[in-house]
Protein backbone atom coordinates (compact mmCIF):
# COMPACT_ATOMS: atom_id res chain seq x y z
CA UNK A 1 0.00 0.00 0.00
CA UNK A 2 1.54 3.37 -0.83
CA UNK A 3 0.51 6.37 0.67
CA UNK A 4 -0.65 7.83 -2.59
CA UNK A 5 -3.77 5.10 -1.97
CA UNK A 6 -4.57 6.04 1.10
CA UNK A 7 -4.86 9.58 1.20
CA UNK A 8 -6.37 10.95 4.54
CA UNK A 9 -6.28 7.85 6.56
CA UNK A 10 -2.26 8.54 6.63
CA UNK A 11 -0.25 6.07 9.27
CA UNK A 12 2.87 6.52 9.71
CA UNK A 13 3.83 2.71 10.08
CA UNK A 14 2.24 2.04 6.89
CA UNK A 15 4.69 2.45 3.41
CA UNK A 16 4.24 5.84 2.25
CA UNK A 17 5.48 8.69 0.14
CA UNK A 18 7.07 11.80 0.87
CA UNK A 19 7.74 14.70 -0.97
CA UNK A 20 11.03 15.41 -2.30
CA UNK A 21 12.53 17.90 0.13
CA UNK A 22 11.96 14.75 2.65
CA UNK A 23 13.95 12.51 0.79
CA UNK A 24 16.45 14.90 0.11
CA UNK A 25 19.72 13.47 2.10
CA UNK A 26 20.83 10.16 2.25
CA UNK A 27 23.68 9.19 4.65
CA UNK A 28 23.90 6.11 3.81
CA UNK A 29 23.62 4.63 0.70
CA UNK A 30 22.28 1.17 0.37
CA UNK A 31 20.86 -0.75 -2.82
CA UNK A 32 19.29 -3.87 -2.90
CA UNK A 33 16.20 -5.62 -4.41
CA UNK A 34 12.62 -6.16 -2.98
CA UNK A 35 9.47 -7.39 -3.54
CA UNK A 36 6.52 -6.90 -1.57
CA UNK A 37 3.91 -9.68 -0.44
CA UNK A 38 1.72 -10.77 -3.24
CA UNK A 39 -1.11 -9.57 -0.90
CA UNK A 40 -0.12 -5.82 -0.79
CA UNK A 41 -1.99 -3.71 -2.68
CA UNK A 42 -0.86 -1.17 -5.16
CA UNK A 43 1.93 -1.32 -8.32
CA UNK A 44 4.87 -3.28 -6.70
CA UNK A 45 2.28 -6.04 -5.85
CA UNK A 46 4.21 -8.84 -6.27
CA UNK A 47 6.87 -7.79 -7.94
CA UNK A 48 10.55 -7.30 -7.84
CA UNK A 49 11.95 -3.71 -7.73
CA UNK A 50 15.14 -2.19 -6.66
CA UNK A 51 14.82 -0.23 -3.52
CA UNK A 52 17.03 2.30 -1.50
CA UNK A 53 17.16 1.92 1.80
CA UNK A 54 16.91 4.54 4.26
CA UNK A 55 16.59 4.24 7.68
CA UNK A 56 13.50 1.85 8.51
CA UNK A 57 12.25 2.31 4.83
CA UNK A 58 13.12 1.31 1.67
CA UNK A 59 12.76 3.91 -0.98
CA UNK A 60 11.21 2.40 -4.78
CA UNK A 61 13.82 2.89 -7.67
CA UNK A 62 11.45 0.36 -9.87
CA UNK A 63 13.13 -2.03 -12.14
CA UNK A 64 16.06 -0.30 -12.87
CA UNK A 65 18.83 -2.95 -11.81
CA UNK A 66 21.08 -2.02 -8.82
CA UNK A 67 23.86 -3.04 -10.91
CA UNK A 68 23.12 -0.18 -13.54
CA UNK A 69 22.82 2.18 -10.70
CA UNK A 70 26.30 1.59 -9.40
CA UNK A 71 28.01 1.92 -11.86
CA UNK A 72 26.50 5.37 -12.58
CA UNK A 73 28.33 6.14 -9.35
CA UNK A 74 27.23 7.34 -5.61
CA UNK A 75 26.09 10.87 -6.75
CA UNK A 76 23.43 9.26 -9.36
CA UNK A 77 22.24 7.36 -6.66
CA UNK A 78 21.58 9.98 -4.66
CA UNK A 79 19.74 11.88 -7.59
CA UNK A 80 17.68 8.56 -8.34
CA UNK A 81 16.88 8.68 -4.53
CA UNK A 82 15.99 12.14 -4.64
CA UNK A 83 13.45 11.96 -7.27
CA UNK A 84 11.74 8.33 -5.66
CA UNK A 85 9.11 9.02 -4.58
CA UNK A 86 7.29 5.66 -3.23
CA UNK A 87 8.83 4.15 -0.25
CA UNK A 88 7.80 1.45 2.02
CA UNK A 89 8.02 0.31 5.47
CA UNK A 90 11.84 -2.60 5.42
CA UNK A 91 9.61 -4.40 7.71
CA UNK A 92 7.11 -5.46 4.77
CA UNK A 93 8.83 -5.80 2.10
CA UNK A 94 10.83 -9.02 1.47
CA UNK A 95 14.93 -8.19 0.54
CA UNK A 96 15.52 -10.24 -2.31
CA UNK A 97 19.66 -10.55 -3.64
CA UNK A 98 20.77 -7.66 -4.61
CA UNK A 99 23.03 -8.86 -7.42
CA UNK A 100 20.95 -11.67 -8.26
CA UNK A 101 22.77 -12.73 -11.37
CA UNK A 102 26.09 -11.48 -11.16
CA UNK A 103 28.46 -12.51 -14.51
CA UNK A 104 30.70 -13.75 -11.97
CA UNK A 105 30.93 -15.21 -8.40
CA UNK A 106 34.13 -15.47 -7.03
CA UNK A 107 35.39 -16.07 -3.46
CA UNK A 108 39.20 -16.53 -1.92
CA UNK A 109 39.87 -19.84 0.15
CA UNK A 110 42.66 -20.04 3.06
CA UNK A 111 42.25 -15.78 3.20
CA UNK A 112 42.09 -15.47 7.62
CA UNK A 113 45.88 -16.89 9.60
CA UNK A 114 43.82 -17.99 12.36
CA UNK A 115 41.25 -20.04 9.35
CA UNK A 116 44.65 -21.63 8.14
CA UNK A 117 45.65 -22.45 11.56
CA UNK A 118 42.13 -24.52 11.88
CA UNK A 119 42.03 -25.88 8.66
CA UNK A 120 45.84 -27.03 9.17
CA UNK A 121 47.25 -26.08 6.04
CA UNK A 122 50.25 -23.92 5.37
CA UNK A 123 49.76 -19.99 4.65
CA UNK A 124 49.23 -19.32 0.75
CA UNK A 125 51.99 -17.14 -0.81
CA UNK A 126 49.54 -16.53 -3.34
CA UNK A 127 45.71 -16.04 -3.30
CA UNK A 128 43.54 -19.25 -3.83
CA UNK A 129 40.76 -18.19 -5.41
CA UNK A 130 37.47 -20.42 -6.38
CA UNK A 131 34.07 -20.16 -8.45
CA UNK A 132 30.72 -20.36 -6.67
CA UNK A 133 28.31 -21.11 -9.67
CA UNK A 134 25.94 -17.59 -10.42
CA UNK A 135 23.22 -20.40 -9.53
CA UNK A 136 23.73 -20.41 -5.82
CA UNK A 137 23.01 -17.07 -5.35
CA UNK A 138 20.30 -16.55 -3.15
CA UNK A 139 18.87 -13.46 -0.71
CA UNK A 140 19.30 -12.41 2.85
CA UNK A 141 16.53 -14.37 4.30
CA UNK A 142 16.27 -17.17 1.96
CA UNK A 143 16.58 -20.68 3.09
CA UNK A 144 20.05 -22.52 3.01
CA UNK A 145 19.03 -26.29 1.83
CA UNK A 146 20.83 -29.10 3.47
CA UNK A 147 21.17 -31.52 0.08
CA UNK A 148 20.34 -35.12 -0.20
CA UNK A 149 23.41 -36.44 -0.90
CA UNK A 150 25.20 -35.06 2.08
CA UNK A 151 24.70 -34.59 6.16
CA UNK A 152 28.48 -31.92 6.08
CA UNK A 153 27.29 -28.41 5.02
CA UNK A 154 29.20 -25.53 6.91
CA UNK A 155 28.87 -22.02 7.07
CA UNK A 156 31.63 -19.19 6.21
CA UNK A 157 31.01 -15.67 6.89
CA UNK A 158 32.30 -13.22 4.54
CA UNK A 159 32.60 -9.86 3.30
CA UNK A 160 31.85 -9.49 -0.39
CA UNK A 161 33.08 -6.99 -2.73
CA UNK A 162 30.91 -5.47 -5.84
CA UNK A 163 32.52 -4.88 -8.49
CA UNK A 164 31.30 -1.48 -10.17
CA UNK A 165 33.24 -0.48 -13.23
CA UNK A 166 34.11 -2.73 -16.49
CA UNK A 167 38.24 -3.19 -15.29
CA UNK A 168 41.51 -5.24 -16.52
CA UNK A 169 44.98 -4.84 -14.82
CA UNK A 170 43.80 -3.24 -11.65
CA UNK A 171 46.77 -1.73 -9.74
CA UNK A 172 46.59 -2.33 -6.03
CA UNK A 173 46.66 1.67 -5.07
CA UNK A 174 43.80 2.22 -7.25
CA UNK A 175 41.59 -0.95 -6.44
CA UNK A 176 39.54 1.01 -4.50
CA UNK A 177 38.12 2.72 -7.96
CA UNK A 178 36.51 -0.05 -8.89
CA UNK A 179 34.54 -1.37 -5.93
CA UNK A 180 31.00 -0.16 -5.77
CA UNK A 181 30.14 -1.41 -2.72
CA UNK A 182 30.16 -4.18 -0.16
CA UNK A 183 27.49 -6.73 1.04
CA UNK A 184 27.57 -9.81 3.08
CA UNK A 185 28.24 -13.15 2.13
CA UNK A 186 27.90 -16.61 3.63
CA UNK A 187 30.21 -18.98 1.82
CA UNK A 188 27.92 -22.40 2.35
CA UNK A 189 29.90 -25.07 2.24
CA UNK A 190 29.08 -28.82 1.45
CA UNK A 191 32.50 -30.11 2.88
CA UNK A 192 32.86 -33.61 1.47
CA UNK A 193 31.86 -32.72 -2.03
CA UNK A 194 34.25 -29.75 -1.39
CA UNK A 195 37.57 -32.52 -0.50
CA UNK A 196 36.05 -34.65 -3.16
CA UNK A 197 38.41 -33.50 -5.81
CA UNK A 198 41.10 -31.01 -6.23
CA UNK A 199 38.95 -27.75 -7.16
CA UNK A 200 36.28 -27.12 -4.66
CA UNK A 201 33.70 -26.08 -7.50
CA UNK A 202 31.23 -28.78 -6.60
CA UNK A 203 31.01 -28.26 -2.88
CA UNK A 204 31.26 -24.40 -2.85
CA UNK A 205 28.00 -24.37 -5.50
CA UNK A 206 24.89 -26.15 -4.21
CA UNK A 207 22.01 -24.37 -5.00
CA UNK A 208 20.74 -22.05 -2.23
CA UNK A 209 24.44 -21.77 -0.90
CA UNK A 210 25.03 -18.41 -1.78
CA UNK A 211 22.94 -16.12 0.67
CA UNK A 212 23.90 -12.39 0.09
CA UNK A 213 22.91 -8.67 1.15
CA UNK A 214 21.38 -7.39 2.49
CA UNK A 215 22.38 -4.63 0.21
CA UNK A 216 25.14 -3.15 -1.41
CA UNK A 217 26.59 -0.51 1.09
CA UNK A 218 28.46 1.78 -1.43
CA UNK A 219 32.04 1.82 -0.30
CA UNK A 220 32.08 5.67 -0.06
CA UNK A 221 29.88 4.44 2.67
CA UNK A 222 32.31 1.70 4.66
CA UNK A 223 35.14 3.28 4.71
CA UNK A 224 38.59 1.26 5.26
CA UNK A 225 37.06 -2.43 4.22
CA UNK A 226 40.03 -4.00 6.05
CA UNK A 227 38.60 -2.47 9.76
CA UNK A 228 35.25 -4.34 9.75
CA UNK A 229 33.99 -6.34 12.63
CA UNK A 230 32.81 -9.71 11.06
CA UNK A 231 30.31 -12.04 13.24
CA UNK A 232 28.63 -15.18 12.49
CA UNK A 233 26.02 -16.83 15.20
CA UNK A 234 24.42 -20.22 14.74
CA UNK A 235 21.43 -20.00 16.40
CA UNK A 236 22.52 -17.23 18.52
CA UNK A 237 25.81 -18.89 19.41
CA UNK A 238 28.74 -16.89 18.11
CA UNK A 239 30.93 -19.25 15.39
CA UNK A 240 33.09 -16.62 14.42
CA UNK A 241 34.18 -13.31 15.35
CA UNK A 242 36.86 -11.46 13.61
CA UNK A 243 38.37 -8.05 12.22
CA UNK A 244 38.27 -7.93 8.35
CA UNK A 245 42.28 -6.66 9.15
CA UNK A 246 42.96 -10.14 9.66
CA UNK A 247 42.59 -10.83 6.28
CA UNK A 248 45.90 -12.11 3.94
CA UNK A 249 45.33 -10.82 0.87
CA UNK A 250 43.16 -7.65 1.36
CA UNK A 251 40.39 -6.39 -0.94
CA UNK A 252 42.98 -4.31 -3.26
CA UNK A 253 45.37 -7.32 -3.59
CA UNK A 254 42.48 -9.40 -4.62
CA UNK A 255 41.02 -7.61 -7.22
CA UNK A 256 44.49 -7.04 -8.47
CA UNK A 257 45.37 -10.31 -8.78
CA UNK A 258 41.67 -11.25 -10.53
CA UNK A 259 41.83 -8.03 -13.01
CA UNK A 260 45.85 -9.31 -14.04
CA UNK A 261 43.81 -12.35 -15.53
CA UNK A 262 40.84 -11.37 -16.40
CA UNK A 263 38.24 -8.39 -17.42
CA UNK A 264 36.16 -7.69 -14.01
CA UNK A 265 32.65 -6.26 -14.74
CA UNK A 266 29.84 -4.55 -13.09
CA UNK A 267 28.14 -7.08 -10.29
CA UNK A 268 30.89 -9.09 -10.51
CA UNK A 269 31.02 -10.33 -6.23
CA UNK A 270 34.31 -11.56 -4.91
CA UNK A 271 33.64 -12.96 -1.60
CA UNK A 272 37.35 -12.41 0.17
CA UNK A 273 37.31 -15.19 2.55
CA UNK A 274 36.46 -16.37 6.21
CA UNK A 275 37.71 -16.32 9.62
CA UNK A 276 38.31 -18.75 12.45
CA UNK A 277 35.31 -20.60 13.94
CA UNK A 278 33.54 -22.38 10.69
CA UNK A 279 31.69 -25.91 11.53
CA UNK A 280 34.17 -28.31 10.27
CA UNK A 281 36.74 -27.79 12.00
CA UNK A 282 35.27 -27.76 15.68
CA UNK A 283 35.38 -31.11 18.06
CA UNK A 284 33.27 -32.22 17.66
CA UNK A 285 32.09 -30.87 14.06
CA UNK A 286 29.56 -28.16 13.60
CA UNK A 287 27.41 -29.09 10.85
CA UNK A 288 24.15 -27.11 9.35
CA UNK A 289 20.89 -28.68 10.32
CA UNK A 290 17.42 -28.43 9.46
CA UNK A 291 15.71 -26.09 12.12
CA UNK A 292 19.02 -24.04 12.49
CA UNK A 293 19.54 -20.19 12.08
CA UNK A 294 22.29 -18.61 10.65
CA UNK A 295 23.35 -14.72 11.08
CA UNK A 296 26.65 -12.97 9.49
CA UNK A 297 26.61 -9.51 10.41
CA UNK A 298 29.57 -7.23 9.48
CA UNK A 299 29.81 -3.44 10.67
CA UNK A 300 29.01 -0.75 8.73
CA UNK A 301 27.65 -3.27 5.83
CA UNK A 302 24.83 -5.51 7.39
CA UNK A 303 23.51 -8.46 8.48
CA UNK A 304 21.86 -11.45 6.56
CA UNK A 305 19.59 -14.40 8.30
CA UNK A 306 19.18 -17.62 6.84
CA UNK A 307 16.95 -20.67 8.41
CA UNK A 308 18.61 -24.15 7.17
CA UNK A 309 15.65 -26.70 5.85
CA UNK A 310 16.33 -30.15 4.42
CA UNK A 311 16.14 -30.11 0.52
CA UNK A 312 12.46 -30.07 -0.57
CA UNK A 313 11.40 -33.29 -2.63
CA UNK A 314 10.31 -31.04 -5.80
CA UNK A 315 14.19 -29.79 -6.58
CA UNK A 316 14.50 -31.66 -9.95
CA UNK A 317 14.54 -30.01 -12.77
CA UNK A 318 13.99 -32.13 -15.83
ZN1 LIG B 1 34.79 -19.02 1.87
Same mark, same amino acid.
Given at each position: ?23 S ?60 ? *? ?11 ? %? ?19 T ?23 P ?43 ? %? ?22 ? *? ?21 L ?18 D ?5 ? *??F ?20 Q ?27 E ?7
Amino acid at each position: MRRDDIVGEVDVHKPSVRGRDETSSLACVRITRFRLPDATPGPAAGRGATGIVEGDEILDLGTMEPVELLTAGPDAVRAVARDAR *TRYLLDEVELLAP %VPNPRKFLAIGINYADHIRETGREAPTFPVFFNKQVTCVTGPHDPIQIPRVSSDVDFEGELGIVIGRRCRHVPVERAHEVIAGYLVVND %VTVRDWQYRSPTWTLGKSFDTHGP *TGPWITTSDEVGDPQDLRIRTLLNGETMQDASTSEMIFGCSDQIATLS *TAFTLEPGDVVSTGTPAGVGFARQPPVFLRAGDTVRIEIDGVGAIENPVVDEPADTQVF
